[in-house]
Protein backbone atom coordinates (compact mmCIF):
# COMPACT_ATOMS: atom_id res chain seq x y z
CA UNK A 1 0.00 0.00 0.00
CA UNK A 2 1.12 3.08 -0.81
CA UNK A 3 2.50 5.52 2.45
CA UNK A 4 4.22 8.74 3.20
CA UNK A 5 6.48 8.81 6.13
CA UNK A 6 8.12 11.72 8.65
CA UNK A 7 10.60 9.94 10.39
CA UNK A 8 10.94 13.42 13.28
CA UNK A 9 7.83 14.21 14.57
CA UNK A 10 9.58 16.80 16.13
CA UNK A 11 12.75 19.27 15.47
CA UNK A 12 14.20 22.00 17.34
CA UNK A 13 16.55 24.16 15.43
CA UNK A 14 18.63 27.94 16.63
CA UNK A 15 17.94 30.92 14.42
CA UNK A 16 20.08 30.95 11.99
CA UNK A 17 20.92 27.20 11.22
CA UNK A 18 20.19 24.74 8.96
CA UNK A 19 17.54 22.59 8.48
CA UNK A 20 16.44 19.18 6.64
CA UNK A 21 13.19 17.46 7.33
CA UNK A 22 13.22 14.05 6.25
CA UNK A 23 9.91 12.74 4.28
CA UNK A 24 10.29 9.18 2.53
CA UNK A 25 7.35 7.62 0.72
CA UNK A 26 6.57 3.78 -0.41
CA UNK A 27 4.95 4.33 -3.86
CA UNK A 28 5.62 1.99 -7.52
CA UNK A 29 6.07 4.24 -10.19
CA UNK A 30 7.59 8.21 -10.30
CA UNK A 31 5.29 10.15 -7.68
CA UNK A 32 4.12 13.43 -7.84
CA UNK A 33 5.92 15.12 -4.61
CA UNK A 34 4.76 18.27 -2.36
CA UNK A 35 5.60 19.68 0.63
CA UNK A 36 3.08 22.19 2.71
CA UNK A 37 3.47 24.12 5.90
CA UNK A 38 0.98 24.68 8.43
CA UNK A 39 1.35 27.76 10.96
CA UNK A 40 -0.75 27.66 14.19
CA UNK A 41 -4.46 28.45 13.56
CA UNK A 42 -4.43 28.06 9.74
CA UNK A 43 -4.53 25.41 7.06
CA UNK A 44 -2.06 24.28 4.83
CA UNK A 45 0.23 26.11 2.43
CA UNK A 46 2.22 24.94 -0.32
CA UNK A 47 5.99 25.36 -0.28
CA UNK A 48 7.16 23.13 -3.10
CA UNK A 49 6.28 20.83 -5.80
CA UNK A 50 8.22 18.37 -7.94
CA UNK A 51 6.51 16.42 -11.10
CA UNK A 52 9.42 15.76 -12.72
CA UNK A 53 12.69 17.21 -14.73
CA UNK A 54 15.39 18.77 -12.33
CA UNK A 55 15.19 16.79 -8.58
CA UNK A 56 16.30 19.96 -7.27
CA UNK A 57 13.67 22.06 -6.46
CA UNK A 58 12.95 25.74 -5.39
CA UNK A 59 10.20 27.68 -3.00
CA UNK A 60 8.67 30.08 -1.63
CA UNK A 61 10.03 31.19 1.79
CA UNK A 62 14.09 29.87 0.82
CA UNK A 63 13.12 26.35 1.10
CA UNK A 64 14.09 23.89 -1.78
CA UNK A 65 14.00 20.03 -1.86
CA UNK A 66 15.76 17.08 -3.35
CA UNK A 67 14.19 13.98 -5.07
CA UNK A 68 16.08 10.73 -4.72
CA UNK A 69 14.50 8.08 -6.37
CA UNK A 70 17.41 5.50 -5.38
CA UNK A 71 16.43 6.36 -1.34
CA UNK A 72 12.58 7.37 -2.26
CA UNK A 73 13.11 10.42 -0.23
CA UNK A 74 11.97 14.67 -0.77
CA UNK A 75 14.03 15.62 1.86
CA UNK A 76 13.25 19.85 2.82
CA UNK A 77 15.98 21.69 3.21
CA UNK A 78 16.86 25.47 4.25
CA UNK A 79 20.02 26.99 4.69
CA UNK A 80 18.75 29.63 7.59
CA UNK A 81 16.10 28.95 9.44
CA UNK A 82 13.93 32.42 10.79
CA UNK A 83 11.90 32.06 13.90
CA UNK A 84 8.78 32.57 11.72
CA UNK A 85 9.39 29.18 10.28
CA UNK A 86 8.28 27.62 13.40
CA UNK A 87 5.46 25.47 12.27
CA UNK A 88 4.09 21.90 10.97
CA UNK A 89 5.35 20.58 7.69
CA UNK A 90 3.59 18.36 5.81
CA UNK A 91 4.69 15.90 2.78
CA UNK A 92 2.46 14.73 0.44
CA UNK A 93 2.45 12.43 -2.50
CA UNK A 94 0.55 11.62 -5.35
CA UNK A 95 0.60 8.83 -8.10
CA UNK A 96 -1.13 9.23 -11.32
CA UNK A 97 -2.50 5.43 -10.68
CA UNK A 98 -3.75 6.53 -7.49
CA UNK A 99 -6.18 9.72 -7.66
CA UNK A 100 -5.55 11.22 -4.34
CA UNK A 101 -2.72 12.63 -2.40
CA UNK A 102 -1.66 10.80 0.75
CA UNK A 103 -0.04 13.50 3.25
CA UNK A 104 2.79 12.28 5.80
CA UNK A 105 2.24 12.62 9.88
CA UNK A 106 3.98 15.89 9.77
CA UNK A 107 6.86 17.16 11.44
CA UNK A 108 6.64 20.17 14.43
CA UNK A 109 9.48 22.87 14.02
CA UNK A 110 10.30 24.73 17.00
CA UNK A 111 13.21 27.58 16.56
CA UNK A 112 15.21 28.15 19.34
CA UNK A 113 15.97 32.46 19.32
CA UNK B 1 -7.75 36.72 -5.53
CA UNK B 2 -9.81 36.01 -2.47
CA UNK B 3 -8.54 32.21 -1.01
CA UNK B 4 -10.70 29.33 0.55
CA UNK B 5 -12.91 30.06 2.80
CA UNK B 6 -14.41 28.00 5.77
CA UNK B 7 -17.43 29.04 7.68
CA UNK B 8 -17.77 29.09 10.69
CA UNK B 9 -14.03 28.51 11.96
CA UNK B 10 -15.34 27.31 15.33
CA UNK B 11 -18.34 24.80 16.25
CA UNK B 12 -19.58 23.70 19.36
CA UNK B 13 -21.60 20.29 19.76
CA UNK B 14 -23.27 17.75 21.64
CA UNK B 15 -23.28 13.94 20.98
CA UNK B 16 -25.84 13.44 18.59
CA UNK B 17 -26.24 16.45 17.01
CA UNK B 18 -25.62 16.83 13.12
CA UNK B 19 -23.59 19.72 11.91
CA UNK B 20 -22.97 21.48 8.24
CA UNK B 21 -19.78 22.82 7.62
CA UNK B 22 -19.32 25.09 4.47
CA UNK B 23 -16.46 25.83 2.12
CA UNK B 24 -16.03 28.52 -0.94
CA UNK B 25 -13.22 27.59 -2.87
CA UNK B 26 -10.92 29.85 -4.90
CA UNK B 27 -12.68 31.08 -8.26
CA UNK B 28 -12.19 29.31 -10.50
CA UNK B 29 -11.44 25.90 -8.96
CA UNK B 30 -13.74 23.25 -9.56
CA UNK B 31 -12.52 20.59 -7.34
CA UNK B 32 -12.94 20.48 -3.83
CA UNK B 33 -11.19 18.05 -0.95
CA UNK B 34 -12.77 17.65 2.68
CA UNK B 35 -9.89 16.36 5.40
CA UNK B 36 -9.56 15.79 9.03
CA UNK B 37 -7.17 16.88 11.16
CA UNK B 38 -6.79 15.07 14.61
CA UNK B 39 -3.43 15.00 16.77
CA UNK B 40 -3.85 11.28 16.67
CA UNK B 41 -4.42 10.56 13.30
CA UNK B 42 -2.68 13.36 11.47
CA UNK B 43 -4.47 14.35 8.19
CA UNK B 44 -7.22 12.09 7.31
CA UNK B 45 -8.96 11.96 3.64
CA UNK B 46 -12.71 12.52 3.68
CA UNK B 47 -13.78 13.01 -0.16
CA UNK B 48 -13.35 15.13 -3.17
CA UNK B 49 -15.92 16.59 -5.61
CA UNK B 50 -15.52 17.67 -8.60
CA UNK B 51 -18.33 19.24 -10.69
CA UNK B 52 -20.63 18.41 -7.77
CA UNK B 53 -19.72 14.79 -8.30
CA UNK B 54 -17.54 13.26 -5.35
CA UNK B 55 -14.80 11.56 -7.31
CA UNK B 56 -13.25 9.77 -4.56
CA UNK B 57 -13.94 8.72 -1.02
CA UNK B 58 -11.72 8.66 2.05
CA UNK B 59 -12.28 5.18 4.84
CA UNK B 60 -14.93 7.06 6.70
CA UNK B 61 -18.43 5.98 8.10
CA UNK B 62 -21.73 6.83 5.91
CA UNK B 63 -22.50 9.40 8.89
CA UNK B 64 -19.80 11.86 6.87
CA UNK B 65 -21.26 13.16 3.76
CA UNK B 66 -20.99 15.73 1.39
CA UNK B 67 -22.25 17.72 -1.45
CA UNK B 68 -20.63 20.36 -4.27
CA UNK B 69 -23.13 23.08 -5.53
CA UNK B 70 -22.95 24.48 -9.62
CA UNK B 71 -20.96 27.03 -8.27
CA UNK B 72 -18.19 24.94 -6.62
CA UNK B 73 -19.18 25.62 -3.35
CA UNK B 74 -18.98 22.47 -1.07
CA UNK B 75 -20.79 21.78 2.16
CA UNK B 76 -19.91 18.71 4.36
CA UNK B 77 -22.06 17.45 6.81
CA UNK B 78 -21.71 15.07 10.13
CA UNK B 79 -24.65 13.47 11.14
CA UNK B 80 -25.06 12.12 15.06
CA UNK B 81 -22.53 13.46 15.99
CA UNK B 82 -19.51 11.08 18.60
CA UNK B 83 -16.64 12.26 20.58
CA UNK B 84 -14.26 11.07 18.25
CA UNK B 85 -15.79 13.67 15.60
CA UNK B 86 -13.60 16.67 17.23
CA UNK B 87 -11.42 17.72 14.98
CA UNK B 88 -10.20 20.70 12.88
CA UNK B 89 -11.91 19.98 9.23
CA UNK B 90 -9.96 21.49 6.37
CA UNK B 91 -11.21 22.10 2.94
CA UNK B 92 -8.42 22.34 -0.22
CA UNK B 93 -9.82 23.80 -3.62
CA UNK B 94 -7.71 23.17 -6.99
CA UNK B 95 -8.25 23.75 -10.45
CA UNK B 96 -8.81 20.62 -11.48
CA UNK B 97 -8.55 16.65 -10.31
CA UNK B 98 -6.04 14.26 -9.82
CA UNK B 99 -3.23 13.99 -7.81
CA UNK B 100 -1.00 16.31 -9.61
CA UNK B 101 -2.96 19.05 -8.17
CA UNK B 102 -1.46 21.64 -5.78
CA UNK B 103 -4.49 22.28 -3.25
CA UNK B 104 -4.87 25.49 -1.70
CA UNK B 105 -6.55 25.25 1.90
CA UNK B 106 -9.25 27.06 3.77
CA UNK B 107 -8.13 27.96 7.54
CA UNK B 108 -10.44 25.25 8.39
CA UNK B 109 -13.25 24.92 11.20
CA UNK B 110 -12.56 24.02 14.88
CA UNK B 111 -15.29 21.02 15.62
CA UNK B 112 -15.74 20.15 19.09
CA UNK B 113 -17.96 17.53 20.71
CA UNK B 114 -19.15 17.87 24.39
Known amino acids: AQSVTQPDIHITVSEGASLELRCNYS??????LFWYVQSPGQGLQLLLK??????LVQGIKGFEAEFKRSQSSFNLRKPSVHWSDAAEYFC???????????FGPGTSLSVIP | KAGVTQTPRYLIKTRGQQVTLSCSPI?????VSWYQQTPGQGLQFLFE???????NKGNFPGRFSGRQFSNSRSEMNVSTLELGDSALYLC?????????????FGDGTRLSIL
Open chain 1, 50 to 55: YFSGDT
Open chain 1, 27 to 32: YGATPY
Open chain 2, 49 to 55: YFSETQR
Open chain 2, 27 to 31: SGHRS
Open chain 2, 92 to 104: ASSPGTGSNQPQH
Open chain 1, 92 to 102: AVGETSYDKVI
